[in-house]
């Protein structure tokens, strides 16, 4: 499959625009798209992808999948021209191919883009009260948090809430792989150390070095085939 930044450049390319042009109009710095256009990143993090879309005016799925058309339509007979919709109706969010294991958990070998998730703007904000630039899409798998999430469930991830200690589901990195679990700060611990629960009572707690994990986020919203 060709490689994402094969495609930035085409489009950089298209809209005669150089690295700093497209760092002022999208807002991500010039040292960034720089590595992105080399190919040294397998794909940026949070709303990145959607800024170079929309300053490149291509569309999210071709940029980074090389899916559906690569140009979008504008009002008028220029292409400087304001879009159709600048307000979008929706926005989409990126499912990496990093799956959070239920169970013995799953390495990280490579965070890549394999598919994108269109929501509701309006639902992620007035309902969720999220902002779609901290929000990723992974795979649960394993039984452990069942029969609250299942294996097989695509999690919502808020990687800008970490807050351990506030009841809910995070998915993070315990030192061997992704797993998704509930957390509790164990009391007067020091070093620091991090309870991690499961919700199946077939599988038991344990607990890990708060120095030794890394925080994902918190997973907010879940989708199951019935």
């Excluded at 269109?118 to 039984?143: H, K, Q």
Aim: net charge neutral; no cysteine; glycine share 8%.
């Amino acid at each position: 499959m060709e490689h994402w930044s094969k495609r930035l450049v085409l489009a950089l390319r298209k809209r005669d625009m150089d690295y700093p042009a497209l760092a002022q109009r999208s807002g991500v710095s010039l040292e960034s798209i720089k590595k992105y256009a080399q190919g040294g990143v397998d794909a940026p993090r949070g709303g990145i992808p959607e800024k170079l879309a929309k300053a490149l005016r291509v569309h999210l799925s071709w940029l980074m999948l090389g899916e559906g058309p690569m140009e979008k339509e504008h009002v008028g007979n220029t292409p400087d021209l304001p879009e159709s919709a600048p307000d979008r109706t929706t926005v989409d969010i990126p499912e990496y191919d990093v799956r959070a294991g239920m169970g013995n958990g799953f390495v990280v070998d490579a965070e890549t883009i394999k598919d994108l998730w269109t929501f509701s703007r309006r639902y992620l904000v007035d309902e969720l009260r999220l902002a779609a630039r901290n929000l990723v899409v992974i795979e649960l798998i394993g039984d452990s948090m069942a029969p609250t999430l299942h294996s097989g469930d695509r999690a919502l991830v808020d990687m800008s809430d970490k807050r351990v200690g506030t009841p809910g589901i995070f998915a993070l990195w315990d030192g061997d792989g992704t797993v998704a679990k509930r957390l509790e700060r164990i009391p007067n611990a020091k070093p620091e150390k991090i309870r991690l629960i499961s919700d199946n009572p077939l599988h038991g707690t344990y607990e890990v070095m708060a120095e030794d994990t890394n925080i994902i986020g918190r997973i907010v919203w879940f989708a199951r085939r019935m």
